[in-house]
C-alpha cells in the first residue's frame, strides 16, 4: 500500500529563515500525483501543490519552492524567508488508486507543525 | 459557490450516543470521502463513495457507518460514540471527469465525545 512519510513532527524558526519540509513516498503505481496542503490554527485545508509523477521539474511560486525526485521518492517543500503567516501544520499527501471503479483517494502523511517566531 | 459543507462544525457527544454527520457537496461530484484527523496521526481515510448508492471502506471504518442516497450528500453515522471518535472530521468531494482530481475540503467538524 502507499505510505507518506514526514519524519519532522515539529519544526520552529525564527522570522526569514529558509525551512524545508521533508517529504517521502512509497508507491507501486507509475503515475501517481503528489500534494501539498496547509492547515493554518483556523483547522481549514487549504491547498498549495499538485504534481505528477512524469513532471520532476521543480516549481517555485512566491516563496514556496518544491523540489521532486522520484529517485529518492522525495517531495520536499522550502519556504524561503518565512513568516508568521506561514505559522500551520503542512501535510504531504498521495493519490492511491482504489479497488472501486477505478477511483483515486488520498493518503496522508502524519504532517508538520511549522511554527516562524517573530 | 459552496464547495463542500459540513453540518455541524461542532458538536460534543456523550458515550453511546448516535449521530450523524452530513456531508453536502453542489459541485456535481461524483467522489466523496469522509476522514478522521488526530494530532500526530494526519488525516485517516474512514469510508468513502465512487457514486450515488455506492460506498466502501477506508483505513479506519469500525463504528462508522455511510450512505450516499444522493449524489450530493455523503453522511457519516456514529451508532455508538466513544471516547476514541474524538477526532477532527473531514469530508471532500473529487471531479472524476478531471484528472488529476480536484479535491474539494469541507471546513470540518469538530466532535468531542465525552
Known amino acids: 500500500a502507499q505510505k507518506v512519510t514526514q519524519a519532522q513532527t515539529e519544526i520552529s524558526v525564527v522570522e526569514k529563515e529558509d525551512v524545508t519540509l521533508d517529504c517521502v513516498y512509497e508507491?507501486?503505481?507509475?503515475?501517481?500525483?503528489l500534494f501539498w496542503y496547509k492547515q493554518p490554527p483556523s483547522g481549514e485545508l487549504v491547498f498549495l501543490i499538485r504534481?505528477?509523477?512524469?513532471?520532476?521539474q521543480n516549481e517555485i511560486s512566491g516563496r514556496y519552492s518544491w523540489n521532486f525526485q522520484k529517485s529518492t521518492s522525495s517531495f520536499n517543500f522550502t519556504i524561503t524567508a518565512s513568516q508568521v503567516v506561514d505559522s500551520a501544520v503542512y501535510f504531504c499527501?498521495?493519490?492511491?488508486?482504489?479497488?472501486?471503479?477505478?477511483?483515486?483517494?488520498?493518503?496522508f502523511g502524519k504532517g508538520m507543525k511549522l511554527t516562524v517566531n517573530p | 459557490n459552496a464547495g463542500v459543507t459540513q453540518t455541524p462544525k461542532f458538536r460534543v457527544l456523550k458515550t453511546g450516543q448516535s449521530m450523524t454527520l452530513l456531508c453536502a457537496q453542489d459541485?456535481?461530484?461524483?467522489?466523496m470521502y469522509w476522514y478522521r484527523q488526530d494530532p500526530g496521526m494526519g488525516l485517516r481515510l474512514i469510508h468513502y463513495?465512487?457514486?450515488?448508492?455506492?460506498?466502501a471502506k477506508g483505513e479506519v471504518p469500525d463504528g462508522y457507518n455511510v450512505s450516499r442516497l444522493k449524489k450530493q450528500n455523503f453522511l457519516l453515522g456514529l451508532e455508538s460514540a466513544a471516547p476514541s471518535q474524538t477526532s477532527v472530521y473531514f469530508c471532500?468531494?473529487?471531479?472524476?471527469?478531471?484528472?488529476?482530481?480536484?479535491?474539494?475540503f469541507g471546513s470540518g467538524t469538530r466532535l468531542t465525545v465525552v
Open positions: 499527501a498521495l493519490s492511491e488508486v482504489t479497488t472501486q471503479g477505478g477511483s483515486e483517494k488520498l493518503v
Open positions: 508507491t507501486r503505481d507509475t503515475t501517481y500525483y
Open positions: 504534481r505528477n509523477s512524469f513532471d520532476e
Open positions: 459541485m456535481n461530484h461524483e467522489y
Open positions: 463513495s465512487v457514486g450515488e448508492g455506492t460506498t
Open positions: 471532500a468531494s473529487a471531479d472524476r471527469g478531471r484528472v488529476p482530481y480536484g479535491y474539494t
